[in-house]
């Protein structure tokens, strides 16, 4: 029987997107450079320089898997720390030998002092949060004013065509060639998972909302992935939201 393609609510997201990442941790890395046709990481680099990361810089990479943009960011000589709570692949990730720090954490609750980081940095993941602003209100809190947060995301191209071919490729090549070289739900998972990212004025506001300013998107590959940028505002207000569950 064919497994159905699940989208968690709130109560389950945590566990099933845990779980799914832990099963498809040992092929992760082919299937990302495969289907985004070995442009992920041009896109990562581009998010490191995004970030301005350089040496002696302490940088946390919230959802950061098997470590691809923590090896990025650890090449410019910074201190980086990836946090992921998936042991599936951050045991990916300290197998591939990156000079880098690895905790197994939510990273709605980050096990790091206040104004700790001057860069916060997260590839992919944010879709996967189970409460977005949740986490960016931890990312406002440990980063120093003046740090630099950097997310990347897919995105949906706005051109007609590119748009319809995208959707072509996203809704039904990929699901495909995960099934076929890796996992059928996971890889079906990915496109749906897309309505769990708000848009770009919702998520400006989430970003701002959270003690950030200076928020700027950068569109990639004519919209089929993103580039969110913002810096910590001066202040020590606490902007952690009164609610921990994501609209969606
Ligand atoms: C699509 S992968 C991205 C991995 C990596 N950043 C990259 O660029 O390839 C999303 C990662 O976020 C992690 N993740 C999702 N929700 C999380 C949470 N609440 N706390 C920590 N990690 C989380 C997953 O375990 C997974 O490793």
Same mark, same amino acid.
């Given at each position: 029987?064919?497994e159905?393609p699940v989208?968690?609510?709130?109560?389950?997201?945590?566990a099933?997107?845990?779980?799914m990442?832990?099963?498809? /941790?040992?092929r992760?890395?082919?299937l990302?450079r495969?289907?985004?046709l070995?442009?992920?990481?041009g896109?990562?680099r581009?998010a490191?320089?995004a970030a301005?990361?350089?040496?002696?810089?302490?940088?946390?990479?919230?959802g950061?898997?098997?470590?691809?943009l923590?090896?990025?960011?650890?090449?410019? @000589?910074?201190? *980086?720390?990836?946090v992921d709570?998936? @042991? #599936?692949m951050?045991?990916g990730a300290?197998?591939?030998?990156?000079?880098?720090?690895?905790?197994?954490?939510?990273?709605?609750r980050?096990p790091?002092?206040? /104004?700790?980081?001057?860069?916060? &940095? +997260?590839g992919? /993941?944010?879709r996967?949060?189970?409460?977005?602003?949740t986490?960016?209100? =931890?990312s406002?809190?440990?980063?120093?004013? @003046?740090?630099?947060?950097v997310?990347?995301? *897919?995105?949906?191209p706005?051109?007609?065509l590119?748009r319809?071919a !995208?959707?072509?490729?996203?809704?039904r090549?990929?699901? #495909?060639? $995960? %099934?076929?070289? +890796?996992?059928?739900?996971?890889y079906a998972y990915?496109?749906?998972? &897309?309505?769990y990212?708000p848009?770009?004025?919702?998520?400006?506001?989430?970003? =701002?909302? %959270? @003690?950030?300013?200076?928020?700027?998107? #950068?569109?990639?590959? $004519? $919209?089929?992935?993103?580039? *969110?940028r913002? &810096?910590r505002? =001066? $202040?020590?207000a606490? !902007?952690?939201?009164? !609610?921990s569950?994501?609209?969606?």
């Amino acid at each position: 029987m064919k497994e159905r393609p699940v989208l968690p609510d709130a109560a389950d997201k945590a566990a099933v997107v845990r779980a799914m990442f832990d099963r498809i /941790a040992p092929r992760y890395d082919v299937l990302n450079r495969l289907i985004s046709l070995w442009l992920d990481q041009g896109w990562r680099r581009r998010a490191v320089r995004a970030a301005g990361i350089g040496a002696g810089d302490r940088v946390i990479d919230l959802g950061c898997g098997t470590g691809d943009l923590s090896a990025l960011a650890a090449r410019t @000589g910074a201190w *980086v720390v990836g946090v992921d709570f998936a @042991g #599936q692949m951050l045991a990916g990730a300290r197998r591939r030998g990156i000079r880098a720090d690895w905790v197994q954490s939510d990273a709605g609750r980050l096990p790091f002092p206040s /104004a700790w980081a001057d860069a916060v &940095v +997260s590839g992919f /993941a944010l879709r996967n949060f189970v409460s977005i602003p949740t986490v960016l209100a =931890e990312s406002a809190r440990v980063l120093q004013a @003046g740090g630099r947060l950097v997310l990347i995301e *897919v995105d949906t191209p706005t051109n007609g065509l590119l748009r319809r071919a !995208h959707a072509v490729y996203f809704n039904r090549i990929v699901p #495909q060639l $995960g %099934a076929l070289l +890796s996992d059928a739900a996971a890889y079906a998972y990915l496109p749906r998972s &897309v309505s769990y990212l708000p848009d770009s004025r919702e998520l400006q506001r989430l970003i =701002e909302s %959270a @003690g950030f300013e200076r928020v700027s998107k #950068q569109r990639l590959c $004519g $919209g089929a992935a993103q580039i *969110v940028r913002a &810096v910590r505002a =001066e $202040g020590s207000a606490d !902007h952690r939201p009164q !609610h921990s569950t994501q609209k969606m």
